[in-house]
């Protein structure tokens, strides 16, 4: 198995603030999400970076993720967390046995055993449940989704244990919200006797969007504009999950002004989100003399001054 070093992917350093690693994220986010770039390995790409930004973005995890990173590239048979890893990770709460979308490397650090089965009045055992952290794109919310799921059962044929692979298409529904967890009946690890075989849970994750941040059902979207076109007012596209649309900025929108688009957030099961465009007025990265002449120009004609208010507490 290979070793995956987190802030390597993102290119960010190992003491790397919070907001750091974010921006880190964002940027690698916008160049490989698959509606951005459709080259021939952008997807598995962006998973990567995904994967990379779930774990460090999380302090608990990236604490666990320091202590194991001490260990990456000392094997060279390949890396192996330390004995002992998945009986003391798991955050500090109950485990669970994560597969799937992730890498070998996330399941192996962050998963563990989560011990469901229980035994009848005839001794026969169910068997355990199986638990997928099963990553989901923003835009996948928006309708039912069938899903290729694939992970290995242990099966005991009466003398030894062998893995088999199974691979279902699972539908995840529409309105997922990030945390839910998905029961599939009867797909988990086989009991023993004739003890029933455990469920599979699929463990949604809503992937961070380059674009979109969440807040319940809502999406909050940066909307940079000009100092001109905040002091004009324009007509501007802002994309949402479901395509481009246009906003109108009335004249004299300052900067964090938030503008509402209803029902373009994210679709819940009772429930549709509205889409909240902030206002960020960006000052242009270079000037020239005549342009400079007309911000002079621009001083003198307008009497405004913007720290009036702290005079006046004087």
Known sequence: MEFKDYYKILGVKPDAEAKDIKTAYRKLAR??????NPDEGAEDKFKEVAEAYEVLKD??????????????????????????????????HESHHFEGDFSDFFNAAFGGGRQSG???????????DVEIEMPVFLEETL??????????????DGRQVENIKKRLKVTIPKGVSDGERIRVKGQGKPGTG?????????????????????QGHDLVITLPVTPWEAALGVKVTVPTLEGSINVTITPNSPSGKKLRIKGKGLKGKRVTGDLY????????TTSNEKSNELWRQL??????????EWSAKK
């Open 31 to 36: 160049k490989y999400h698959p509606d951005m």
């Open 59 to 92: 302090t608990a995890r990236r604490a666990e993720f320091d202590e194991l990173r001490k260990y990456g590239g000392q094997s060279r048979g390949g890396f192996q967390p330390p004995p002992g890893w998945q009986q003391s990770g798991g955050r500090g």
């Open 118 to 128: 229980f035994r009848d009045a005839g001794q026969h055992t169910r068997g355990q």
């Open 143 to 156: 309708a039912d989704n069938v899903k290729t799921v694939e992970y290995q059962l242990p099966v005991f």
């Open 194 to 214: 004739n003890g029933a075989a455990g469920d599979l849970y699929l463990h949604i994750r809503l992937v961070p969007h380059p674009l979109f941040d969440v």
């Open 277 to 284: 465009a902030i206002l960020k007025v960006v000052m242009p």
């Open 299 to 308: 001083s003198e004609v307008a009497s405004f001054d913007p720290r009036a």
